[in-house]
């Protein structure tokens, strides 16, 4: 019998230097502090789901490099006892990503390493035991985004592979500037029961801009991207989320759930709040619970990963996160 969950595809190493102001090109700023953390989907996802619920089966399916970040990855993934980590393999040079952060935005510079070697057989299906598989991300895998001819890119033709084996697919993208997503992305959301993207990904992905040259969200969009993301031919639910919250579409139901007031005084970090927030709805799909239930619990563990300058360490447990808007209320509610 199938159970947990697989994390599968891009990993990292996060080197997070905090600065007073991101500088001018040629100008200098000065770097407050330097931290070394886990990254990307596979790393943030599974230890996120691990923190989450200390009993979840989770599968890790990754490369790493022989190489010192390749081990600081596999150590600080080895001190979950819930994580398999025996589809990780060892290969090339590992990924990092270069994070500025000052007091309002983060900037990113990431080293794609070994990522490109990730094919549709780096996954040994026969040896995979989760009922979902979550991959990110779409745009940075290099070989899965080429094109295939019978089921548009090789990610697509993955993620078919695994609804074939009996494996409910999640996927994630990348946000980048670029005009790649219309001819990249909807191939896979054909396989895809779950699609959880941030705004700016659904809007590049379908063609419909959720925001303005202002930066303000145009929440009468979002609706038309909701439909959109599931006419490609998602099959559970589509959802996407913001800041300023996040938007779901089931098939019947559209669905908006406010964002949680954080005070700015808590928080330490915006890194892997989106990858937080798949982590919880995905869990919740898990679960058995609502959209709209796991769309909270969603909102709940994003709100708690802001607590950390890293990716993870803030994220609570399950019943933390269920009991986090009782501390913490709620935005005003968007209507779409």
Same mark, same amino acid.
């Given at each position: 019998?199938?159970?947990?969950?697989?994390?599968?595809?891009?990993?990292?190493?996060?080197? @997070?230097?905090?600065?007073?102001?991101?500088?001018?090109?040629?100008?200098?700023?000065?770097?407050?502090?330097?931290?070394?953390?886990?990254?990307?989907?596979?790393?943030?996802?599974?230890?996120?789901?691990?923190?989450?619920?200390?009993?979840?089966? @989770?599968?890790?399916?990754?490369?790493?490099?022989?190489?010192?970040?390749?081990?600081?990855?596999?150590?600080?993934?080895?001190?979950?006892?819930?994580?398999?980590?025996?589809?990780?393999?060892?290969?090339?040079?590992?990924?990092?990503?270069?994070?500025?952060?000052?007091?309002?935005?983060?900037?990113?510079?990431?080293?794609?390493?070994?990522?490109?070697?990730?094919?549709?057989?780096?996954?040994?299906?026969?040896?995979?035991?989760?009922?979902?598989?979550?991959?990110?991300?779409?745009?940075?895998?290099?070989?899965?985004?080429?094109?295939?001819?019978?089921?548009?890119?090789?990610?697509?033709?993955?993620?078919?592979?695994?609804?074939?084996?009996?494996?409910?697919?999640?996927?994630?993208?990348?946000?980048?500037?670029?005009?790649?997503?219309?001819?990249?992305?909807?191939?896979?959301?054909?396989?895809?029961?779950?699609? @959880?993207?941030?705004? @700016?990904?659904?809007?590049?992905?379908?063609?419909?801009?959720?925001?303005?040259?202002?930066?303000?969200?145009?929440?009468?969009?979002?609706?038309?991207?909701?439909?959109?993301?599931?006419?490609?031919?998602?099959?559970?639910?589509?959802?996407?989320?913001?800041?300023?919250?996040?938007?779901?579409?089931?098939?019947?139901?559209?669905?908006?759930?406010?964002?949680?007031?954080?005070?700015?005084?808590?928080?330490?970090?915006?890194?892997?709040?989106?990858?937080?927030?798949?982590?919880?709805?995905?869990?919740?799909?898990?679960?058995?619970?609502?959209?709209?239930?796991?769309?909270?619990?969603?909102?709940?563990?994003?709100?708690?990963?802001?607590?950390?300058?890293?990716?993870?360490?803030?994220?609570?447990?399950?019943?933390?996160?269920?009991?986090?808007?009782?501390?913490?209320?709620?935005?005003?509610?968007?209507?779409?």
């Amino acid at each position: 019998m199938k159970e947990g969950i697989a994390i599968a595809g891009m990993i990292a190493v996060d080197e @997070i230097k905090r600065v007073e102001q991101y500088p001018n090109r040629s100008e200098l700023s000065t770097i407050k502090s330097v931290k070394r953390s886990i990254g990307g989907a596979v790393s943030n996802c599974s230890v996120a789901l691990a923190r989450i619920d200390g009993e979840l089966p @989770i599968e890790v399916v990754t490369l790493v490099g022989d190489d010192d970040r390749g081990e600081f990855l596999k150590e600080q993934l080895g001190k979950f006892a819930n994580i398999d980590l025996s589809q990780l393999k060892v290969t090339g040079q590992t990924p990092f990503t270069d994070v500025i952060q000052d007091k309002e935005t983060r900037t990113f510079f990431t080293f794609s390493g070994n990522s490109g070697s990730f094919t549709e057989d780096t996954i040994e299906f026969d040896n995979l035991n989760a009922k979902i598989l979550h991959i990110g991300y779409i745009l940075l895998l290099n070989y899965l985004d080429q094109e295939d001819e019978t089921y548009g890119t090789k990610m697509a033709k993955l993620l078919k592979r695994a609804q074939d084996a009996g494996v409910k697919t999640s996927i994630d993208i990348v946000s980048e500037t670029s005009d790649r997503y219309l001819k990249i992305v909807p191939p896979s959301l054909k396989y895809t029961n779950y699609c @959880i993207i941030n705004e @700016i990904e659904a809007g590049k992905s379908t063609g419909v801009p959720l925001r303005d040259e202002s930066g303000r969200l145009i929440t009468e969009n979002m609706k038309t991207a909701l439909y959109k993301l599931k006419g490609y031919g998602v099959e559970d639910w589509v959802v996407i989320h913001a800041p300023e919250g996040s938007f779901g579409f089931d098939g019947e139901n559209l669905l908006s759930v406010p964002s949680l007031f954080i005070d700015n005084s808590l928080i330490k970090g915006t890194v892997g709040a989106g990858d937080a927030y798949a982590s919880g709805t995905l869990y919740g799909a898990l679960k058995g619970l609502t959209l709209v239930e796991a769309m909270k619990l969603g909102t709940a563990a994003a709100a708690t990963s802001l607590f950390e300058e890293d990716s993870t360490s803030g994220i609570k447990s399950y019943e933390e996160l269920r009991a986090l808007p009782k501390a913490f209320s709620y935005r005003e509610k968007i209507i779409i």
